[in-house]
């Protein structure tokens, strides 16, 4: 959806869009140092932190699988 045709408008909005995200990453930035900082070698603090990031999802079955046709799911 174009909202404006404007260059000067479409440039403006660019510029403020750069300009959260760049806040937003140095945001998530300090938050990760600040998380790194907290952590305790003697408690077991960055194994289990490490332990909770490495855990990987396990992946939804496909609603739909190739032999069904979208007529058949639809009856069941």
């Avoid at 932190?49 to 069941?76: A, C, F, N």
């Amino acid at each position: 959806m174009q909202v404006t045709r404007d260059p000067a408008l479409k440039s403006e909005v660019n510029r403020l869009q750069r300009s959260v995200t760049r806040r937003l990453n140095e945001w998530r930035n300090d938050q990760w140092s600040a998380t790194l900082e907290s952590q305790n070698p003697e408690d077991q603090s960055q194994w289990k932190m490490t332990k909770r990031e490495m855990r990987v999802p396990i992946p939804s079955p496909p609603l739909v699988t190739p032999r069904d046709s979208l007529s058949q799911t639809l009856r069941k």
